[in-house]
């Protein structure tokens, strides 16, 4: 039990030390991310698209 304690201690201890971003910053990193996970998306898509046209045409 002694070791759980401390370890929770020293957890509490460690997220102290983190340096939060702020909303704005949360905000835009979130906003960059979905961006290029659509971008991502689309561009995967149209290659899968593609692909799958030009087997059916060599297979025809």
């Not at 201690?9 to 983190?18: C, G, S």
Request: net charge positive; hydrophobic share 55%.
């Amino acid at each position: 039990m002694g070791k759980l304690n401390e370890f929770f201690t020293n957890v509490k201890l460690e997220l102290k030390k983190v340096t939060w971003p702020s909303k704005k910053d949360a905000y835009a990193s979130t906003t960059v991310v979905i961006v290029l996970v659509l971008l991502c998306a689309v561009f995967l898509g149209g290659v899968d698209m593609i692909l799958s046209r030009l087997i059916r045409l060599i297979l025809g």
